[in-house]
Each structure stands twice: as C-alpha cells, then as structure tokens.
C-alpha cells in the first residue's frame, strides 16, 4: 500500500506507515503474551528492539554525509529498504538463537504483524476501493484462521505458512506497489525462515 496520508499529532506530522508499522508491533505482542506466555512476547519484544535498532543505525552507513552533518537527523530518517532488510535478518537471528525459530510464536507473529499493518495502510491511505476490500478482507480471514489453529500440527503449521505466502500474493496483485517494497519481500524472507527451522525441528523428532 502506498502513502497517501499523514497524520497530524501535536503538530508533528507522522506518515501513515509508521502508525500502522506501530499498532501492527503492539498488536503480535498483545496476542503473543495472551497466548503463548510472557517469555515468548519478551524476546519477541527484544527481536523488535533490534530490528528498529538496525533499521535506523544502518541509516549512518547509507548517507554518512548527511549524518555527520546532522546527526540528529537520525531521529527521522533510516536506512531504507536496505537497513529493513538487515534489522529484520538481525531479528530472525536472535530468535533463532533463543530457541524460538519454526515455532508457531514465531509464524502468529509474522501474520499479525503483516495483516495489522497491511489493514491498518488500507484504512488509513487512498488506494482504490478494490485494493484497499481485498487487502482487509484476505487479511483478516488469515489472521483469524492463524489465530484459531496456530496451536494445532505441524502440517497446519505448514499450511497456514503457504496460506500467508497465497493471501499475499492475492493481495500484492491489487495494490499499486505490487510484489515490490519491504512488505512482500518481508513476507517471503519469513516463509523461507519458517520452513527451513520447521523441517529442521521435524527432523530432530524423528
């Protein structure tokens, strides 16, 4: 979904992405905490921590000149595409580290986070009637459908992961951005992540 739309609070005008990319954090971490415990919403909370932390810090690296001209630009600018990308590979790492990769915490998180934030860009942007349907109702029936088997086999663990991959493929085919930017690439890094450690897990059973 693309940005149409800045919120204004206290003066400070906010782009509408970063609303949603916050009530789509809060939302996994509520549902984390209600249905796995607060040790899963923890490290899922320090997993966020380092994603941010590395999404804005790469923005150092990427305009180093305008940095060093003006290092409080930090607080509004990031890396881009490019330090997304890092902070979200940093996060997997960490969660990957604490046991928590290919788990069902995991994969409930990624849906929540992506469908929140994808309905949250279809309320609050102009996008077209039929992007904007598609994307809140293909979004929802998945996180639903997440939400209500996430704690059943492995094989429904499997096929909610292809489910969220399909969801978002349907609704990348109307939205003006496409197969392109941070969410859908977002979404195929975490699918690749969720099955190489649910077959790896598969096999330490066996």
């Known amino acids: 979904m693309q940005v149409t739309e800045?919120?204004?609070i206290f003066k400070l005008s906010v782009p509408s992405s970063h609303l949603s990319a916050l009530a789509a954090l809060a939302a996994a971490y509520i549902?984390?905490?209600v249905m796995f415990g607060s040790r899963q919403a923890g490290l899922y909370?320090?997993?966020v921590f380092y994603f941010v932390l590395i999404w804005k810090g790469s923005y150092v690296l990427t305009d180093f000149d305008n940095f060093m001209k003006a290092p409080l630009s930090l607080l509004y600018y990031n890396g881009g595409l490019t330090g997304a990308l890092?902070?979200?590979l940093a996060a997997l790492f960490f969660l990957w580290r604490k046991g928590?990769?290919?788990t069902p915490a995991v994969l409930m998180a990624?849906?929540?986070v992506q469908g929140v934030y994808q309905t949250m860009m279809a309320l609050l942007n102009e996008n077209g009637r039929m992007a904007e349907a598609v994307t809140v109702t293909v979004f929802g029936i998945l996180l639903?459908?997440?939400v209500s088997q996430i704690n059943g086999s492995?094989?429904?663990?499997?096929?909610l992961t292809v489910l969220f991959l399909a969801a978002h493929l349907i609704v990348a085919t109307f939205q003006p951005d496409g197969f392109g930017g941070l969410p859908f690439a977002a979404t195929v890094i975490l699918i690749i992540y969720q099955f190489i450690f649910l077959s790896a897990g598969r096999r330490n059973n066996l």
């Open 100 to 102: 928590m990769a290919g």
């Open 86 to 88: 890092a902070g979200l």
């Open 31 to 33: 549902l984390l905490r």
């Open 144 to 146: 639903f459908l997440t």
């Open 6 to 8: 800045a919120i204004t």
């Open 154 to 159: 492995i094989l429904w663990q499997r096929q």
């Open 110 to 112: 990624a849906v929540a």
């Open 45 to 47: 909370g320090d997993a």
